[in-house]
């Protein structure tokens, strides 16, 4: 895969804003001095999102850089069944059902097909990239309330929609889910095309000179997210533990 120094190290930068915000997370489980309800605050929502909406829109914009994609989603794919099948086995009080490898699995293999129905048309137009990034943020801001049931404007949808998991992965989530990372297609698959049209925006016949800018050592943990993301809550959770052990 083509490689942009500038978007390895937004992908880094991004990493370790979710490794510290994941030590909140299991710090609270511990019992360290953050509650749980500390958070769901607006400052911690924000963060969350903050890290969400960067590691999508970066994949979306990475697909087009990727040769792959069959297997790339197919891997993200087992490995998102392999970690809710191991949090629903071990810690099912914070399990991971349809969470962002899930996600971003099945995002890259819905891709293919429409990569082939729209990207040859936007590559040749950056005026239609513009149009389809545009669209695309619109639509996630339209839906982005669609896991509690409404849309924009107070748009009610009706809770026959909201019933049993296959309505839970495409955004209409069940009453009674519990997930600690869970990201429906509707409305993240918008974020994804919104990454995905912004690099037929960016690149250019200057072959995307501004992506070459980096910070040194966090473009290398950009490099490296997708080991760093699934070892990171394993080492926190034993340094949590250890220290849990020696404060007693």
Not at 27 to 46: E, M, N, P, Q, R
Request: hydrophobic share 55%; charged share 10%.
């Amino acid at each position: 895969m083509k490689r942009y120094d500038l978007i390895d190290t937004i992908r880094g930068l991004a990493v370790i804003s979710m490794i510290g915000f994941h030590a909140f997370w299991i710090a609270s489980y511990f019992g360290f001095g953050v509650s749980s309800a500390t958070l769901f605050d607006t400052a911690f929502t924000v963060w969350e999102r903050s890290i969400c909406i960067t590691f999508i829109a970066v994949a979306g914009f990475s697909f087009s850089l990727g040769r792959r994609h069959m297997r790339s989603g197919l891997i993200l794919s087992a490995l998102g069944a392999a970690i809710t099948l191991l949090t629903c086995l071990f810690v099912p009080d914070i399990r991971i059902v349809f969470g962002v490898l899930t996600f971003l699995g099945f995002s890259t293999l819905v891709m293919i097909p429409l990569d082939k129905l729209i990207g040859k048309n936007v590559s040749v137009s950056r005026t239609a990239a513009c149009v389809g990034f545009v669209i695309s943020i619109l639509l996630f801001l339209f839906s982005y309330n669609i896991n509690t049931g409404s849309l924009a404007f107070g748009i009610k949808l009706p809770q026959q929609l909201y019933s049993g998991y296959v309505s839970t992965f495409f955004g209409f989530m069940m009453p009674g889910f519990v997930s600690a990372d869970y990201f429906s297609l509707i409305p993240w698959f918008f974020m994804y095309l919104c990454g995905y049209f912004l690099h037929k925006i960016v690149i250019g016949k200057e072959g995307g000179r501004v992506l070459s800018y980096r910070i040194p050592g966090v473009d290398l943990v950009g490099r490296h997210s997708l080991v760093i993301y699934l070892v990171h809550p394993i080492i926190l959770y034993i340094v949590f533990y250890l220290v849990t052990l020696f404060a007693i």
